[in-house]
C-alpha cells in the first residue's frame, strides 16, 4: 500500500477484518435476493433500479474478495447459485422489491458509518467511504421511487415550537406513573422507524414462512412475525393514546406461491441479520428516549428479540449454516498443546 511515496506493508487490523467480512456476507445474501427480484420483475420503473442495486453489491463482493486475497486472507464461502431457484414463481409482488432495496440501503447506511469509523487502513476507509456514497444515492432514488407510485408513508408531522425551552422539572422523564409529557421529535422519529422496519420483517417473514417445508423451522419463522407484530401493535396504539394516527401498511406484497425461491441456509441468515438489526436499533432508541414508560418497553422488547436471535442461533448451529467469523490466535491451546 502506498502512503504518499512510501510503500509500506500495513495488515488488516481486527476491525477492518471483521468489517469486511461481516458485509462481504451480507452483500452476497443480498446479491442473491436481488438476482431473484430481478428475474420476476415487471415494473418498468423499477428494473433499472434493481439492476443498480445488484451491480452495486456485486462490486462490492468483488472489491472485498480483491482485498483478501492480496492478504492471502481465506474468502468466505458466503451464498451462491445453490441458495436460489430463479424457476420458482414470484413470492412477492414488484414493488416488495423497491420496498428491499429501500431498507437495505437505509440499514446499509447505518452498518457502513459505524463501520467506517473504527477503520483506519486507507483503502479500507476507502473502501466504505464509497459505500456509505453508494447506499445514500441508492436510499434517496428509493424514495423518491416510492414517493412517485404513493407508497411511501412519511414520518408524522409535528407543529414548530413557537421558542426554545429547558427542562425545569424531573417529571419530563416520566411516564410509568402520572401524567405523561408529549413525545419529543426524537421519540417520536424512533417509534415511526421501529413501526417500519417490523411492517417490512412481517411482510418477509410470511413470505419465509409460507415457502418453508419443515415444520419446526416454519414454526420459528412464524415467531418471529408475531413478535415484530407485537412491537407493532405496541407502538401504533402508543401513537393512539398520543392523538396520533398510527402507521399502517401499504398492503400486501407477498404473492400465493408456496414455491421456496431461497434455500433453508439463506432464510434463516436473512433472519440473523433482522435480528442483530432489531437490537442494534432499538438499543440505539432507548438510549435517546427520554420518557421512562419508553425505555422500559424498549428493554422488554430488546429481551423478547434476543431470546429469538439465540433460538435463531441455535437452528443455524445445529444445520451447520453459520460460517464463523475470523477467530484470534488461542493462545492458551498453544501453550498447553503437546509437542
Avoid at 420496498?99 to 473504527?118: H, K
Avoid at 425551552?165 to 411516564?175: A, H, N, R
Avoid at 417500519?196 to 412475525?225: C, P, T, W
Avoid at 433453508?264 to 437490537?279: A, G, Q, T, Y
Wanted: aromatic content about 10%.
Amino acid at each position: 500500500m502506498e502512503y504518499g511515496n512510501k510503500k509500506v506493508n500495513i495488515e488488516l487490523t481486527c476491525t477492518e477484518i471483521g468489517g469486511l467480512w461481516g458485509v462481504y456476507l451480507q452483500e452476497s445474501m443480498g446479491s442473491c435476493f436481488l438476482q431473484y427480484f430481478l428475474h420476476h420483475l415487471q415494473d418498468e420503473e423499477i428494473i433499472p433500479l434493481a439492476k443498480e442495486s445488484l451491480q452495486i453489491s456485486q462490486g462490492r463482493i468483488d472489491k472485498i474478495k480483491k482485498i483478501f486475497l492480496s492478504e492471502n486472507f481465506p474468502v468466505p464461502a458466503a451464498f451462491s447459485e445453490g441458495d436460489v431457484n430463479l424457476s420458482a414463481p414470484p413470492l412477492f409482488n414488484d414493488v416488495f422489491t423497491l420496498s428491499y432495496i429501500y431498507m437495505m440501503n437505509r440499514l446499509g447506511m447505518i452498518n457502513f458509518s459505524y463501520t467506517a469509523s473504527i477503520n483506519v487502513r486507507l483503502d479500507v476507509l476507502d473502501f466504505f467511504t464509497e459505500c456509505i456514497h453508494t447506499s445514500t444515492e441508492m436510499f434517496g432514488k428509493a424514495v423518491k421511487m416510492m414517493l412517485g407510485k404513493g407508497i411511501y408513508d412519511r414520518p408524522p408531522k409535528m407543529n414548530y415550537p413557537k421558542e426554545i425551552e429547558f427542562v425545569q422539572k424531573d417529571s419530563f422523564l416520566s411516564g410509568i406513573i402520572g401524567a405523561k409529557r408529549p413525545l419529543n421529535a426524537i421519540e417520536l422519529s424512533e417509534i415511526f422507524f421501529n413501526i417500519e422496519r417490523n411492517y417490512f420483517s412481517v411482510l418477509i417473514m410470511l413470505a419465509f414462512a409460507q415457502v418453508v417445508k419443515d415444520k419446526e423451522l416454519k414454526k420459528h419463522i412464524l415467531k418471529g412475525k408475531t413478535l415484530s407484530e407485537k412491537q407493532i401493535s405496541f407502538f401504533n396504539n402508543l401513537l393512539m393514546e398520543e392523538e396520533l394516527l398510527g402507521t399502517v401498511t401499504v398492503g400486501m406484497e407477498v404473492t400465493e406461491s408456496m414455491v421456496a425461491p431461497f434455500s433453508d441456509k439463506l432464510i434463516f441468515s436473512m433472519i440473523n441479520v433482522l435480528n442483530s438489526v432489531d437490537i442494534s436499533l432499538i438499543s440505539h432508541a432507548m438510549s435517546v428516549s427520554m420518557r421512562t414508560d419508553l425505555t422500559s418497553q424498549y428493554s422488554k422488547i430488546i429481551a423478547e428479540v434476543m431470546l429469538y436471535a439465540k433460538d435463531t442461533f441455535d437452528i443455524v448451529v445445529k444445520e451447520k449454516w453459520l460460517e464463523q467469523p475470523p477467530l484470534v490466535t488461542n493462545r492458551k491451546m498453544l501453550i498447553h498443546k503437546k509437542q
